[in-house]
Each structure stands twice: as structure tokens, then as C-alpha cells.
């Protein structure tokens, strides 16, 4: 019997090979070479010799973004490709690392990404934290506020296309993917017979929603997170109202920290800027510097 061949979408990527959804099927690929590297989210073709034969990924389309992150050596390490969206999830429990949301935040603005901020548990209550979501409201990043476990507030979510959740350990994740893909449970076991005995590495997993375009991609819950500095000034870019701000400065390489004549510095003693962004802002520039050869 002759091979087939086809492409699809990587729902999940394991070590040397990688779960790929093409058409209504789930199979399991092996990379081609060495060299070949794949994430969650690239598109790819690939072929099979023979019925019998396992399938091999033969090439990988050209992605539109990748979302990456700081390693423990701060080496680029990628998480998801082909993003639409970023959604950060918070929750009241635990109490948000906002340092945490600002990253996530940057790292969209850094890849021209949208981005928007979910807070899970709504049903918790929500006191505490409006006035870091006012910040962030003022600065026109959507937030939406819901409850995974009971539903309220879901149906205002639309997600079309790719979105990359991602947020610390323990908001509710999971529990947002249940809800949001009724079928999330049968999908993971399929995944799990699909790779049973293999080496799995994976760092992120993609559901499927309406259709192969439409799905989110469960980013693993960490305790701390950096966008790579692909760009010069990133730290800048990554926060709109400083980089707003920055073209008021004296000086064209201003770092914002204690140069003169810093529209920014003024900006947050005036409260245009709020102090903690402003401090979460020279936390990623120290990280940038201390990191840079």
C-alpha cells in the first residue's frame, strides 16, 4: 500500500517528534535531522512511506510570530508559534504577581501580539484587585473578569484564532480549558495514547475550539517569566506609556533610571505613570543589562 502525505498544525511537540492535527486526525511525527525544531502552534507537512510506516515531518511553513521566553541561562527558549492573542490569567487566589502580568504583557508588545487579561475566580471576589486592573484598563489592555468553575461572565469571552494562556501556577488554567473546550478531556487522552512510551519534553499544548483556526494553547503555570530582548530598548517597548513617554526626554538613549531631563521619571512623580509599573519596568531593564554580553 502506498504512503500518504498532508499538513497540519502542531498541537503539542515531544522531544524528536511532535502530535500533529491534520484534517480530523491526531498522528504522532518524528522530526527530519537534527537540526529540525518545532513548537506548538507551527504549521507543517508531512509524509509516510508506507501504511505501516511511522509519519516524518518534512518541513515546517514560515510563522507569522513565536513567542519565546528567558531560559535559566537566559538563552531564548520558544513556548508557541502562530499567535493571535496573548491572554494573561490572574485570579484572587493566588494573589496575582502583577510583575508577572506586565512580562507577559511586554513579551505580547514585543512580538506586536494582542494581548488581553483574564481574571479566573471571579466568584471569589474581585476587591483587591481594581486598581491594578484600572491601570491596565486605562492603558486600554481588555481585561475580563469570570469564573471557570461556575461559568458567570464566560460568554463574553470570544477568542477567535490562536490564544496563548498563559499565567502563574494555580489561577485556574486548567479548569478555564475545561470550560472553554467542552471536549479538552478527550482530546488530552487521545493525546496520551497517541504518545504512550515516548519521551515527552513538551512546554505547551494546543486545544482545538470551532475549527483547526480557532484553539487555545495551555502555556505550563510558572513562578517567573522574561520576554528575550529581541529589540533594542526592550524593556521600553515592552510598557506602552513609558515608550509614550520616552519621546519627551532630554536624551535619545535615555534608560529612564536617573539621567536629566527624563519625561518619564517626571511622568511617575506626577502620577501620569503608575510607581509600580514604573518599578516593574527597571526590574526587566536591570535583568536586560545584567544578561547583555
Not at 76 to 96: G, H, S, T, W
Not at 171 to 198: F, H
Not at 204 to 209: C, D, E, K, N, V
Not at 248 to 255: H, K, T
Request: charged residues 25%; hydrophobic residues 40%; contains cysteine.
Amino acid at each position: 500500500m502506498s504512503g500518504a502525505q498532508g499538513s497540519g498544525v502542531v498541537l503539542a511537540s515531544f522531544g524528536r517528534g511532535a502530535l500533529v492535527q491534520s484534517g480530523e486526525t491526531a498522528l504522532y511525527c518524528a522530526l527530519k535531522g537534527r537540526k529540525q525544531r518545532i513548537v506548538c502552534g507551527d504549521r507543517v507537512s508531512w509524509a509516510r512511506a508506507s501504511s505501516e510506516a511511522g509519519a516524518t515531518v518534512l518541513s515546517i511553513e514560515p510563522r507569522r510570530n513565536l513567542v519565546e521566553r528567558i531560559d535559566a541561562r537566559g538563552r531564548p527558549e520558544p513556548v508557541a508559534a502562530n499567535i493571535d492573542r496573548v491572554a494573561i490569567v490572574a485570579a484572587p487566589e493566588p494573589l496575582p504577581d502583577w510583575f508577572l502580568v506586565d512580562r507577559y504583557w511586554a513579551a505580547a508588545r514585543l512580538k506586536e501580539i494582542a494581548a488581553i487579561v483574564i481574571v479566573n475566580k471571579s466568584d471569589l471576589g474581585l476587591d483587591d484587585l481594581q486598581a491594578e486592573l484600572a491601570v491596565y484598563r486605562d492603558l486600554d489592555l481588555p481585561c475580563f473578569a469570570l469564573s471557570a468553575r461556575t461559568h458567570e461572565g464566560l460568554a463574553q469571552l470570544e477568542l477567535p484564532g490562536a490564544t496563548l494562556l498563559v499565567g502563574q501556577s494555580g489561577v485556574g488554567k486548567s479548569s478555564l480549558i475545561n470550560a472553554l473546550v467542552p471536549d479538552a478531556e478527550a482530546q488530552t487522552a487521545a493525546l496520551t495514547r497517541e504518545v504512550e512510551g515516548r519521551h515527552t519534553t513538551t512546554a505547551a499544548r494546543r486545544y482545538r475550539l470551532k475549527s483547526d483556526a480557532d484553539a487555545v494553547i495551555d502555556a505550563p503555570g510558572v513562578r517567573d517569566f522574561a520576554p528575550p530582548a529581541s529589540l533594542t530598548r526592550s524593556a521600553e517597548i515592552g510598557f506602552v506609556e513609558i515608550h509614550r513617554c520616552a519621546a519627551d526626554c532630554r536624551f535619545n538613549d535615555c534608560r529612564h533610571l536617573e539621567e536629566p531631563g527624563c519625561a518619564v521619571r517626571s511622568a511617575v512623580l506626577n502620577r501620569r505613570i503608575a510607581p509600580r509599573r514604573y518599578e516593574s519596568y527597571r526590574r526587566l531593564l536591570r535583568l536586560y543589562q545584567k544578561l547583555a554580553p
